[in-house]
């Protein structure tokens, strides 16, 4: 007991000495702290850089998150919402403006997390540590492991059910609802063998969504349906809308009061609708441009990335200007590829194309 009380007094002396301010140097650093930052939050990176290798005490000081908070709600993905929300709390501020600036200037290093012998079409889901994506007619969930540019190979779990192809799938309140080819909607339990599923549309289920304990779904056969989550309601469809089109893609609105559509512009109406939950269009919008993009993600403030149609092209944009920032052709063969699905994080890039998925590590380019 009393080799451990001495090792924590050492301890607490230690942290004293790297917080104490150096006793010679400018009467500015005899300033009070609360004045320091004030005077130091009108500093930029490589101002805030120079100043932190005066002492180890100023290191300490501008490592401060509040100094950063504001160069990285300006940055590209350093994990702050458009309203400031900082989304990844656990990661100090200046960690990932130093990791901002290589997706600024796209430097990256680039690898192959997964391969398939036969053609896919995967969609992708991430979750903590946790990769899901589809193969065929199974979603399959593998771990990171810890630099998060490589997986373990042996997945954690396989999810299987639907007769056809996996379509598209999302993860919402530890199940994974998944929509096929087969016209059905599936519901699997991420920690159990719990699965269900249901016959939804008289085509292919092409997108679905689910947030609040309601399930919405988009098919070939023109129609959007909504259901609900719960076990005993399963396969109960609420409401049926005839969008009069094709649904590629359905999302649920963060009110849950509404639901989007993305049809497939083939006829007379507008391929991007709003939708309450009464079956009612309250807005819609007209596809002002011609070319294909198969998937966008957004890091919720200033960064967009693409996937395009051919050539396993990813687009990283900044939305503050018109100009594309940088292309990455993940194609190594001659067959060509569309982007089926784009996931990103603070430090990765994930991209699955028809035969392999991509990982840009822009931690460690």
């Not at 403006?97 to 430097?107: D, Y």
């Not at 016959?199 to 919405?216: L, T």
């Amino acid at each position: 007991m009393a080799a451990a009380a001495g090792e924590e007094e050492e301890e607490e002396e230690a942290a004293r000495e790297a917080a104490a301010r150096p006793a010679a140097g400018p009467a500015l650093w005899r300033l009070p702290e609360e004045l320091l930052l004030l005077i130091c939050s009108y500093l930029d990176i490589r101002a805030l850089g120079r100043l932190a290798q005066v002492c180890r005490w100023l290191r300490r000081f501008t490592s401060c998150d509040l100094l950063w908070r504001r160069i990285a709600r300006a940055s590209l993905n350093s994990g702050f919402t458009r309203l400031g929300t900082d989304l990844m709390t656990s990661v100090p501020v200046k960690e990932r403006v130093k990791v901002s600036q290589n997706w600024r200037l796209g430097r990256c290093r680039e690898g192959i997390l997964l391969k398939w012998r036969c053609s896919q079409m995967p969609w992708m889901q991430l979750e903590d540590d946790s990769l899901y994506i589809s193969q065929a007619n199974f979603i399959l969930a593998y771990q990171f492991r810890p630099d998060g540019a490589s997986l373990n190979r042996r997945p954690l779990g396989v999810f299987a059910g639907h007769d056809e192809d996996v379509c598209h799938f999302v993860l919402a309140n530890s199940h994974i609802v998944s929509a096929g080819g087969d016209g059905k909607i599936g519901v699997h339990k991420i920690h159990s063998t719990f699965t269900v599923k249901y016959s939804a549309h008289e085509q292919e289920v092409n997108c679905v969504d689910c947030k609040g304990g309601i399930i919405v779904s988009g098919s070939r056969d023109r129609t959007a349906k909504v259901w609900p989550l719960a076990s005993g309601r399963l396969g109960q469809c609420l409401h049926t809308i005839q969008t009069e089109d094709r649904v590629w893609s359905i999302a649920i609105s963060p009110l849950l009061s509404s639901f989007v559509t993305g049809t497939a512009c083939c006829g007379h109406f507008s391929p991007l609708r709003i939708w309450d939950l009464n079956r009612k269009c309250v807005m819609e919008w007209e596809e002002p441009h011609d070319s294909t993009l198969y998937c966008l993600q957004t890091d919720g403030n200033h960064l967009l990335a693409t996937g395009s149609s051919y050539y396993g092209v990813v687009r990283l944009w900044d939305r503050r200007q018109r100009a594309c920032l940088h292309a990455f052709p993940l194609t190594s063969t001659p067959l060509s590829s569309p982007v089926y699905c784009l996931r990103l994080t603070t430090k990765h890039l994930y991209a699955a194309l028809s035969y392999n998925l991509h990982v840009l590590d822009f931690q460690n380019p």
